[in-house]
């Protein structure tokens, strides 16, 4: 399902006597892309335990802008997970997605590059900018209670799949798995969002979506600027996982170990976003409960 409250099934997180386990796999790409992400969806337990046959799966991309990877999603990526999807047995492949308020997302979609893919793949692309944005409460929020959300993002699928970029950014720290979904809510909201606290209603945000799986693209980063432009580094690495705080989390600890001049600082839980999606109970609370495989 796209939305519903915090998950505690034993799907989410592994027990043991220390409590809940989520599993992040950081995989350094070796070979073809369509290789590396079966490579890093196996090591959560392969495609199988994400798609059932005859599933309908929404794909959240990025396309905040038209600039290249990393600012936007690299359209190949997308391509090659989305294959990898429908031969796992999903019925249909959705692609939903808004850009900045400023922009008109077909142009940025066709720019990108992910209009043709979606055309390849005989996915249905979704403009949340043709649809309506009904208003939903947002019942974990602290600083944003609620807000209006794209109307088709919230309805049509049995499963959500988040392929953030990782990036650092001007006002929000960083963008990631949970910064991602602001693209899917309304512009007006979106710049009320940005008056105050916007590192924490990402957050509060994030806690009203309930996504299966998340696979971050962090072939190429942003170490500094942000989110259209910055400094570039290469790791060449995907993060991989069924939590999207505990993807965010090793996300930024990659950024951090550069050491480049952003507002990230050295210790991943001081991050506004992170320590607020640990304090509204949406992923881990600690480093004992994360655990990382490495490949």
Not at 117 to 123: F, I, Q
Not at 216 to 245: Q, W, Y
Request: contains cysteine; hydrophobic residues 40%.
């Amino acid at each position: 399902m796209t939305v519903s409250s915090r998950k505690t099934d034993s799907s989410t997180y592994l027990e043991s006597k220390t409590g809940k386990k989520y599993t992040v796999v950081r995989h350094k790409v070796q070979g073809s892309l369509e290789s590396s992400i079966r490579k890093a969806i196996g090591q959560l337990g392969g495609f199988e335990r994400f798609v059932s046959e005859g599933d309908i799966v929404t794909l959240k991309p990025n396309l905040n802008t038209a600039d290249p990877y990393p600012a936007s999603s690299d359209p190949d990526f997308i391509r090659e997970f989305g294959r990898l999807i429908l031969d796992a047995g999903a019925k249909k492949l959705r692609i939903v997605e808004s850009s900045m308020f400023r922009l008109d997302t077909h142009e940025v979609a066709e720019k990108v590059g992910v209009t043709r893919v979606a055309e390849e793949l005989e996915a249905e692309l979704v403009i949340l900018d043709d649809h309506d944005w009904p208003h939903q409460d947002i019942s974990n929020g602290e600083y944003m209670k609620g807000g209006q959300i794209g109307g088709p993002a919230l309805r049509g699928s049995d499963k959500l799949f988040l392929v953030p970029c990782l990036k650092t950014h001007r006002l929000a720290g960083f963008t990631g798995a949970m910064k991602l979904l602001i693209g899917w809510v309304r512009g007006r909201d979106r710049i009320r969002m940005h008056v105050r606290k916007l590192q924490e209603k990402i957050a509060d945000l994030a806690s009203f979506f309930n996504p299966d799986l998340v696979l971050m693209d962090a072939r190429k980063v942003f170490v500094t600027g942000g989110p259209a432009s910055g400094t570039i580094e290469e790791p060449n690495i995907i993060i991989a996982g069924d939590n999207m705080l505990s993807v965010d989390i090793e996300g930024v600890k990659l950024l951090q170990s550069y050491k480049a001049k952003n507002s990230l600082g050295s210790e991943v839980w001081t991050v506004p976003q992170i320590r607020h999606a640990i304090k509204i109970g949406i992923g881990p609370k600690d480093k004992d409960q994360i655990v990382v495989h490495q490949s």
